[in-house]
């Protein structure tokens, strides 16, 4: 598949004028103090909303505007050469998939608390769309052991789509990942794990600290599930992507659901469970109802 028919043929030539953009590098990021306002000035001055992370350890951003802005902001974050091979994931929309725009400053671009943790100085081994595709296919890797998915993601996130038959340890923070795979390190013997998340930065982590661990054969999905929808589509894959803005999930095509968030406990509402009474617009979802 071709990158998801460019994007569907930047879907149907206009019909979604804006782009959806998530990037991320882990790179040493000294200066963020001083890098903060000029990323908000440009992003305010293009119009762009969405959330930008500047850390220590690098850059985590999920942006949404026009596409000539969106250009235009890349050619500026990559005219630093911290950022000069900046890759991002892209998906369309009718409207801004985020409703302000935020740039903030923290300890971590994703927290997992594990310090000895540094992507920068040498990533696990990866593997792209195309080749997780054909292990899914034959069932095995290129070297004949069985593949196993494991999900980094929320309990929620898992619940509005995942790969088939993936490990999928239901937990409620990326900090309890390190603890619980630790403790499943036998299940894995003989076989090789591919690490999986929304976009790439949960697996590149979650992979070097079960390397760190002594797990022999892992990788990290490159760019994540956004990045395999964008390549291959939804092959393997049962459901939709959450993700963190008001369209709430993508399927495969990397076009907005029906799915969404109750505007209350910010539970995951699936177009089945909002025919359920318990769901009120505004008021309450079958998750929260009679709770308040």
């Known amino acids: 598949m071709q990158a998801n028919t460019a994007l569907q043929a930047e879907a149907h030539a206009g019909a979604a004028p804006h782009v959806n953009i998530a990037a991320y590098k882990f790179v040493t990021f000294d200066d963020t103090e001083a890098m903060r306002p000029q990323y908000q000035d440009i992003c305010t001055r293009l119009g762009l909303k969405g959330t930008i992370l500047l850390t220590p350890e690098g850059i985590n951003m999920f942006l949404s505007g026009p596409r000539d802005h969106i ?24 409207e801004q998939s985020h409703k302000r725009m935020l740039v903030k400053i923290k300890k971590e671009i994703i927290t997992m608390r594990m310090p000895l943790i540094k992507p920068e100085e040498g990533r696990a081994p990866f593997v792209e769309a195309h080749t997780l595709k054909r292990w899914l296919d034959n069932g095995v890797d290129d070297h004949g052991k069985p593949v196993v998915m494991v999900d980094t993601r929320n309990d929620f996130e898992v619940d509005v789509g995942t790969f088939d038959n993936t490990v999928d340890y239901r937990i409620k923070k990326f900090t309890e990942f390190p603890e619980v795979i630790a403790a499943h390190k036998d299940d894995f013997e003989g076989k090789t794990v591919v690490t999986f998340c929304t976009g790439g930065i949960r697996c590149e982590k979650a992979a070097i600290h079960m390397q760190n661990i002594g797990y022999d054969n892992v990788y990290q999905l490159e760019g994540g599930i956004l990045k395999y929808f964008e390549e291959v589509g939804g092959a393997h894959y049962t459901g939709d992507c959450f993700v963190f803005d008001y369209r709430t999930a993508l399927n495969p095509k990397l076009e907005p659901t029906e799915t969404v968030q109750c505007f209350v406990c910010r539970a995951v509402v699936t177009p089945r469970q909002q025919l359920a009474p318990e769901y009120v617009y505004e008021k309450s979802c079958p998750a929260c109802f009679g709770k308040h």
Not at 71 to 94: I, P, Y
């Open 71 to 94: 250009n235009e902001f890349l050619t500026w974050v990559r005219g630093d050469a911290r950022f000069a091979d900046l890759e991002v994931k892209e998906s369309l929309s009718a």
